[in-house]
């Protein structure tokens, strides 16, 4: 076949899956317009007539959307492996790589890598930990709020939610947050345009290339950060592998700043559409701790993704090696069989097991950080700017797919 | 009332920690912990139910003594 003709039957075939969904049990995909815009009507069929949907749309996928199927696979590491953890697997890319032989351990990873990689950055997470970022982040999310409070409008996504937790995490990396921008973009470039396999892979080689200079500069000059602790640290008597320090510094990156500012942007869309739980948060800040779980679990920002390890029938769909499965913790969190008047915030739930954060043993590493950041953006937001809504007319911009969350979010206030 | 945690199956969420850190405390990989024996003091009973109802793993259970 001729290049042209080869390129253009590519084209074709990449045409044919931006087919708009017609049939979300055996044909779905995460990324059409309509799941972004609204996943949970779509998740509500499926819970009650397809339980597990499928697709073929990039390769052999399923869907789970009841909290029970998806919290049962999410513990079977026997069959379903976390090897693979994108949503939308990378286009033509080997898995292997040379400079990343073990992925982004741990959350690409399977025991035992991942038990012992796990273990370095847990403590790094921990409550105490979390503890002195909290002054930081509080002083962060006032500056920002100071900035904009007086002008009547601010765009709470862009202008706000997507400043703080980059910031954060380039603190706690040791990398400096004049960056921020640039690492937002390239974090953006990696989980939200999966449809662009150029764009996406400059991404990965962007963020990669950046930290295998830093781990240099870390070598010769170390710091009280996260990277430099892990050069340092051994294992077993025998230093971490360079290459696992990398993987695993490009996680933070990658996992902590797209999912956390999702979920401060979607929180802050909710006050500003759903006065009541706004004036209830302000009258009553002791809800705060309730509230925060509750727009958690109703608008969860990450569905990860597992890789079937060998050939499995889970109820009743032949799941074979190397099909994907969509582990739709969002869709898991508003099954009604677990959560009362699952479709509505309840803003102080109190009896609230949701999976935000997902289950099983990878849970979310930073899920203290990320609750920190979340309760102290709303807390300092509320403090300055109590009363707000969405600006007339206002388009509202969601990314969907691997991370949801409103990417442009006009509001107005007095 | 006593509370027990069953290291196996927590995973760390710190739901329990957060909700009555006076009965639960954490380590620095997560894992949650009952302080002293595990008794649990009258007052607080109804708020370790609720740390019960909400871990996601099932990993707390309760014994009348």
């Known amino acids: 076949m001729r290049p042209a003709a080869a390129a253009a039957e590519c084209l074709g075939e990449r045409m044919a899956t931006k087919q708009p969904v017609t049939d979300w049990a055996t044909d779905f995909d995460v990324l ?22 499928h697709t073929d749309r990039r390769g052999s996928t399923w869907l789970p959307t009841r909290y029970a199927d998806v919290t049962a696979i999410a513990h079977d590491i026997e069959h379903f492996s976390s090897l693979e953890v994108a949503v939308i697997p990378f286009d033509g890319e080997p898995p ?56 009547g409008k601010a765009d709470a996504a862009a202008g706000y939610a997507q400043q703080i937790p980059v910031r954060v995490i380039a603190a706690i990396l040791g990398v400096p947050d004049t960056l921020a921008d640039t690492f937002t973009g390239w974090v953006r470039d990696v989980l939200e345009f999966a449809d662009d396999p150029e764009r996406r892979r ?8 950046y930290f295998i200079a830093e781990l240099a500069q870390r070598r010769q000059h170390p710091g009280d950060d996260l990277i430099s602790a892990l050069l340092q640290t051994e294992v077993d008597g025998v230093p971490v592998e360079e290459s696992v320090v990398l993987g695993t510094a490009a996680l933070v990156l990658i996992a902590g700043v797209d999912t956390t500012w999702s979920a401060i942007g979607s929180a802050l869309w909710h006050l500003a559409t759903h006065p009541d739980d706004r004036r209830r948060l302000v ?61 509505q915030v309840v803003i102080d739930r109190a009896v609230n097991r949701h999976v935000a954060f997902g289950s099983g043993i990878h849970r979310c590493a930073g899920s203290n950080l990320a609750r920190m950041e979340l309760r102290v953006a709303l807390e300092e937001w509320l403090k300055r700017i109590p009363e707000f809504r969405l600006a007339e007319g206002a388009e509202v911009a969601w990314a969907g797919g691997q991370v949801r969350g409103p990417r442009i979010l006009p509001v107005v206030f007095p | 009332m006593k509370v027990t945690v069953d290291p196996d199956r927590c995973q760390g969420h710190s739901r329990c ?28 009973e109804d708020r370790v139910r609720l740390a019960v109802a ?5 990993a707390i259970s309760l014994s009348e003594e």
């Open chain 2, 54 to 58: 909400n871990c996601p793993e099932g």
């Open chain 1, 202 to 209: 400059s991404g990965v080689e962007n963020l990669i290339n």
């Open chain 2, 17 to 44: 920690y957060s909700l009555v850190p006076e009965v639960f405390d954490t380590d620095d990989f997560g894992t949650s912990t009952v302080k002293g024996d595990g008794t649990v003091p009258a007052e607080l």
């Open chain 1, 32 to 53: 059409d317009p309509n799941y972004v815009a609204d996943p949970f009507s779509i998740w509500d069929d499926l819970r009650i007539g397809c339980p597990v949907a």
């Open chain 1, 96 to 151: 292997e790589d040379p400079v990343l032989p073990y992925g982004l351990p741990p959350i690409s990873a399977d025991p035992p890598l991942h038990t012992w990689t796990r273990r370095l950055l847990l403590p790094w997470f921990s409550h105490r930990k979390v503890g002195e970022y909290e002054a930081m982040t509080r002083a962060l999310c006032a500056r920002l709020v100071d900035g904009f409070a007086s002008t």
């Open chain 1, 283 to 343: 009258d009553e800040p002791e809800v705060m701790d309730f509230a925060v779980e509750e727009l958690l679990r109703a608008y969860s920002p990450v569905t990860m993704a597992r890789v079937v390890a060998k050939d499995v029938e889970y109820a009743g769909c032949p799941m074979k090696a190397g099909d994907r499965i969509l582990m739709a913790f969002p869709a898991a969190n508003r099954d009604p069989a677990v959560f009362e008047n699952a479709d």
